[in-house]
């Protein structure tokens, strides 16, 4: 079983940085891939990105790309999102989720632990 548990939301002006953090529990953490998604209030679950277990392969969403990266310290069971030149269009409950089984996803279905979530609010 995982445990996530995400942190480092807040509000900000559009142009900032944020980096949300989602510490992990659980033996199996190193071996799962993990993803961000973010829901917006009225819109589905998005994917942001991925990483696969050693950090070595990530994948974004394309309304992120380039501007958020996704790293993971196996060491401190921790994986985190840096959020750059962040939109209003970027406001949503940030998730952290364990991959299900072997392999990368990008829809929900494919994650079976998630984190409570973590707010971000960008005003312009």
């Known amino acids: 079983q995982v445990q996530l548990v995400e942190s480092g939301g807040g509000l900000v002006q559009a142009g900032a940085s944020l980096r949300l953090s989602c510490a992990a529990s659980?033996?199996?953490?190193?071996?799962?891939?993990m993803s961000w998604f973010r829901q917006a209030p009225g819109k589905e679950r998005e994917f942001v990105g991925n990483?696969?277990?050693?950090?070595?392969?990530?994948y974004y969403g394309e309304s992120v790309k380039g501007r958020f990266t996704i790293s993971r310290d196996n060491a401190r069971n921790t994986v985190y999102l840096q959020m750059n030149s962040l939109k209003p269009e970027d406001t949503a409950v940030y998730y952290c989720?364990?991959?299900?089984?072997?392999?990368?996803?990008?829809?929900?279905?494919?994650?079976?632990?998630w984190g409570q979530g973590t707010q971000v609010t960008v005003s312009s």
């Open positions: 659980g033996r199996t953490f190193s071996s799962r891939g």
């Open positions: 989720a364990a991959q299900k089984g072997a392999g990368l996803s990008t829809i929900p279905l494919g994650y079976d632990y």
């Open positions: 990483i696969n277990w050693s950090g070595g392969s990530t």
